[in-house]
């Protein structure tokens, strides 16, 4: 089954957190990046040199964790005979936080994106920059939202929402009638009215330009559709869709999104928006969709699910218990750590921890075992915010109603 966008994106922040916790004790932490579409045998004769000049390392534990990690990474790279579509990140090193004892451990990453760079690093930790910099390696959008007072000038990227620049117009405040003629004043507003549609232009410029895949236009009133005809932005901005908004502050630039749902339809936020709000209408409405994690564990069991939503700020772990007195294994979820023991819900003896991890990756492993679609919820977006504090951040779409 394919995995969604955002299954692969928590998979990549997860093994990324993993990755930034282990430190060296030397420079002995090995990082290896071959990008899409470069040899892979390039790196294998690199890696082999790099063992000939570790020999020359003076600590014999350091030098003997180098080679023990070059030798992992180089081994590894033997089962490719071709470089993966998207390249291949290997890690390898003594992760052991036991002085007294060497655990060298292997770690491999086929990213969501291309490796544009090919990189080799011997640190006390882990060289992860290219990968981070995939975490927001999704397309960005503008959004500016006026009125003929203010304007608001922002990017949307992934679920963020970042507020560049707001601007006030003094086309009325400043001018005043005296005792000028009636043409002359309505020439005095047209012409601040133009500086004011100038200086919203030349925000957008500086914000946009070779920076965002399109531009959302809103606003109450005709002053969006004034502004527009005007045009005063570089050409190469593409303005994907003018729409109507009761506000021009960050409210506004929401409602923006919020209207643009038929534009912007793999945009993250509004992606994340349409989820949400579908998944309130099916729980409240029409019963086909329920949510906490006894029900969505029944439904999963069941097949009776048919998209599994989890929230990526569950703080839940997941603790599998056998008992030894009648064998029955149970779970039991946690805020933090598991508890060693519990009582046994069959015969109430203390069945004893066998395993423990993260709730969010068991249902989500429990999900693609049974084939049905999983979708990782991000906390950005208030529509994510409101799965994870009014449905536990644990729901799930039925295919059918429970009678």
């Known amino acids: 089954m394919k995995m969604a966008d955002s299954e692969k994106m928590y998979a990549l922040k997860k093994q990324l957190r993993k990755l930034e916790g282990f430190r060296g004790s030397g420079t002995e932490l090995i990082s290896v990046y071959i990008p899409s ?32 990690a070059l030798e992992r990474v180089s081994n590894y790279l033997k089962m490719y005979r071709k470089t993966p579509p998207n390249g291949i990140a290997v ?29 080799y690093r011997c640190d006390s930790r882990f060289f992860l920059d290219p990968l981070q910099a995939q975490m927001g390696a999704t397309d960005s959008y503008g959004v500016v939202v006026l009125d003929g007072r203010e304007a608001t000038v922002a990017i949307v990227k992934g679920t963020n929402i970042t507020i560049i620049k707001k601007l006030n117009s003094t086309a009325h405040a400043k001018i005043r009638k005296g005792g000028q003629s ?5 020439r005095l507003i047209e012409e601040a009215i133009e500086v004011y549609y100038k200086r919203v232009g030349s ?10 895949k399109g531009v959302i236009v809103g606003g ?7 502004f527009m005809k005007m045009s005063p932005f570089n050409y190469q901005i593409k303005v994907l869709g ?6 021009t502050e960050e409210y506004g630039i929401r409602e923006a999104l919020s209207k643009s749902e038929n534009i912007l339809a793999h945009q993250e936020a509004v992606k994340e928006k349409i989820l949400v709000d579908r998944f309130i209408k099916a729980v409240v409405n029409e019963g086909l969709a329920t949510y ?12 009776q699910a048919e998209q599994v939503l989890l929230s990526e700020g569950l703080e839940y772990t997941s603790g599998l218990y056998k008992c030894p007195s009648c064998a029955v294994e149970t779970r039991k979820s946690f805020r933090g750590k598991p508890d060693d023991t519990i009582a046994c819900p069959a015969c109430n003896s203390q069945a004893k921890l066998q395993d423990s991890e993260l709730l ?38 039925l295919r059918y109603k429970t009678r």
């Open 360 to 397: 969010l990756d068991e249902l989500a492993e429990l999900a693609k075992q049974a084939e049905i679609p999983v979708e990782i919820l991000s906390t950005n977006t208030a529509e994510g915010a409101q799965f994870l504090t009014g449905f536990g951040g644990i729901g799930a779409f």
């Open 182 to 186: 009636a043409r002359r004043y309505e």
């Open 91 to 119: 890690f390898a090193g003594n992760v052991s936080d036991n002085a007294a004892k060497v655990d060298i451990e292997l770690f491999a990453v086929e990213p969501p994106e291309p490796l544009n760079i090919g990189a």
């Open 220 to 226: 109450p009133g005709p002053t969006k559709e004034f």
């Open 292 to 303: 906490g994690e006894k029900e969505v564990r029944n439904v999963i069991a069941t097949k």
């Open 242 to 247: 003018v729409v109507d908004t009761g506000y």
């Open 37 to 68: 579409g470069s040899p892979i045998h390039e790196m294998g004769n690199k890696l082999r040199e790099e063992m000939s000049q570790a020999s020359n390392i003076k600590s014999k534990s350091t030098k003997l964790n180098v080679l023990g």
């Open 203 to 212: 925000a957008m410029d500086a914000a946009f330009l070779n920076r965002v």
